[in-house]
């Protein structure tokens, strides 16, 4: 576990759930908490000039969540290189076993000294990557999902 937080009035829709935008804006925070692990945290941002860009984020709903639900987000490296980190996080109401949510985020290392630009990791950032991996991505169970009709579906659909 990683970031715990408590669904909040404002961020229900008309449904009565957790609206989506902040599905994100909480694996968002979650990401945040990662980096302070990892050593990127505020002060860390400022004295290397370094920061985090995610590349590309997917979204699973697997189940609705309702106001004041608390809600806790585990988060696990499935892979990473020299300037990337691919991180997949699953997102639990309270003590459920089984997540309500899921995501996966492509992180890029960004130099922010002058005009953004990719950057390797430092040597101490880039173990601490490597002592949160562990996972592999089949065992991301919701990980990897491509968004799309099935060939037959979509022709069933498609006007004539």
């Known amino acids: 576990m990683i970031y715990r937080d408590t669904v909040r009035p404002e961020w229900v829709d008309y449904n009565g759930h957790l609206r989506d935008a902040f599905y994100m804006l909480i694996y968002s925070l979650a990401t945040d908490a ?14 290397r000039q370094r920061t985090l860009y995610t590349l590309e984020a997917h979204v699973s709903y697997l189940r609705e969540i309702k106001e004041g639900a608390a809600v806790r987000v ?4 499935v892979g990473h290189d020299r300037k990337r980190v691919h991180l997949y996080m699953e997102m639990f109401e309270g003590d459920a076993a089984e ?17 953004p630009k990719s950057a390797s990791f430092d040597e101490d950032i880039a173990a601490r ?6 996972v592999a991505l089949k ?8 968004i799309g009709l099935p060939a037959r579906a979509a022709s069933a659909g498609a006007p004539a």
């Open 34 to 47: 990662f980096m302070d692990r990892i050593g990127l945290d505020d002060a860390g941002r400022r004295a």
């Open 74 to 77: 585990d988060v696990r490296v």
């Open 99 to 115: 997540p309500a949510s899921a995501c996966e985020q492509m992180l890029l290392h960004i130099d922010s000294s002058g005009e």
């Open 129 to 134: 990557i490597a002592a949160e991996s562990g």
């Open 139 to 146: 065992d991301a169970r919701y990980a990897g999902r491509v």
